[in-house]
Every structure is written in structure tokens, then in C-alpha cells.
């Protein structure tokens, strides 16, 4: 069954911890997302990538990182995390048309 | 700049009735619109998609409609349940080339049906 998967679901780490983010899609999507949801919040884009080797920043400035090797891989890394990057990240890939989402990633920096 | 707004903020209804839920966009230049649901601490799960040039589109108790002059889309659900408790984000996709890929989302109506 085609779908999308992110792992880890929850996380909880410690100021300075270097963490990627994983994401992945069996759909074979050429376009993939990665937005940030704080509680309460809209979600906000902040990277994306139209195909392999192809990423760009959202609107949403982020100190996180994107890197697409494989058109079914999309990883976001944080360097050195703090508090202040404690949210959801939201995984999604999709056609022009249409977006389809990941169940998510709940990070908390402690 | 594209604003999506969703009223009501949130809404308790007993099981049973039927509600609708509204949303609203500042630029009309949209290439789709798309109704998505959210449970706590979960990815988003699509429910409708409206194309610009569609009114309406039907899944099951569902039915969204979208007026692009007026900037507004209605998501009506019919014989609420209890398990249709959720966030119910819209979001619009521009009709504007390059840019075509970014989806605005409203803060979402948070939904909870009393048995």
C-alpha cells in the first residue's frame, strides 16, 4: 500500500543533540514538504524539494537542513537543536494537485 | 499575500447533528482548495478536494462547497459522530505558476461531537 512514514513519532532531546528527522514515501512523488506545526498554530512550510537533488527553502525561515538523494527519501536534520525548535514536524509529498501527509514528528528540546 | 481564515475557532455539538464549518481566503486567484482533518498529535488525513473550477465535491457525510469570487469554502458535515472529533484545517493552493506548490492553511475548527 502506498503511503508516507516518518520516524521518529515523538522525540525528546537535550540542548546541542545534532537529530534527523525521516521521511519517507512509497508513492513515487517527485515533490516532498517538510512544514512546522506549533500547538494551536497553522502549519508553515519550510522546505521543499521538487525532485532529486532539488530543495529549497519555505517561508518559514528554519535552521534545519533538507537533503533528497533518493526521490523516496526526504531527511531533515537539525545541527545543534534548542528549545526553541521544540514542535511537530509535518512530512508530505504529493503531485501538483494534491498533497498527502505523514502522521508527523513531535520534537521536544530540553 | 494569501490569508486563509476558519470560523468558528471551535465547536461542541451533540451527536448527531449536522454542522458546517467555514473557511475563507483573501486572494480568489486559487488553482484548488483542500479540506483536511487533523487528530491530536497526527499527520493530516485529506478529506475533499475542490478544483477552481468546481462547487462542490462529495465524500459519504461530507460535503464541501467553494464560492472562488467570495473568497469562501464550506465543509458541511451531516449526522455528526463522535469519532468525526477533530481539527478540520482548509488550506488553498495558489494559481500562480511558480509558486503553485504552496499550500496557505487556516488555523483550523477544532470539532468535538458529544455522545
Known amino acids: 500500500e502506498a503511503d508516507i512514514y516518518q520516524t521518529p513519532r515523538y522525540l525528546v532531546i537535550g540542548t546541542g543533540k545534532k537529530i534527523t528527522l525521516e521521511c519517507s514515501q512509497t508513492m513515487g512523488h ?5 512544514y512546522q506545526q506549533d500547538p494551536g498554530m497553522e502549519l508553515h512550510l519550510i522546505h521543499y524539494s521538487y525532485g532529486v537533488n532539488s530543495t529549497e527553502k519555505g517561508d518559514l525561515s528554519s535552521e534545519s537542513t533538507v537533503s533528497r538523494i533518493r526521490t523516496e527519501h526526504f531527511p531533515l536534520t537539525l545541527e545543534s537543536a534548542r528549545p526553541s525548535h521544540t514542535s511537530q514536524y509535518l512530512c508530505a509529498s504529493g503531485t501538483w494537485n494534491e498533497q498527502f501527509f505523514g502522521p508527523g514528528t513531535r520534537l521536544t528540546v530540553l | 499575500k494569501q490569508e486563509v481564515t476558519q470560523i468558528p475557532a471551535a465547536l461542541s455539538v451533540p451527536e448527531g447533528e449536522n454542522l458546517v464549518l467555514n473557511c475563507s481566503f483573501t486572494d480568489s486567484a486559487i488553482y484548488n482548495l483542500q479540506w483536511f482533518r487533523q487528530d491530536p498529535g497526527k499527520g493530516l488525513t485529506s478529506l475533499l478536494l475542490i478544483q477552481s473550477s468546481q462547487r462542490e465535491q462529495t465524500s459519504g457525510r461530507l460535503n464541501a462547497s ?7 469554502s464550506t465543509l458541511y458535515i451531516a449526522a455528526s ?25 487556516g488555523k483550523g475548527t477544532l470539532l468535538t461531537v458529544n455522545p
Open chain 2, 66 to 72: 467553494l464560492d472562488k469570487s467570495s473568497g469562501r
Open chain 1, 30 to 34: 517527485d515533490k516532498m514538504y517538510w
Open chain 2, 81 to 105: 459522530q463522535p469519532g468525526d472529533s477533530a481539527t478540520y484545517l482548509c488550506a488553498v493552493r495558489p494559481n500562480s505558476g511558480g509558486s503553485n506548490y504552496k499550500l496557505t492553511f
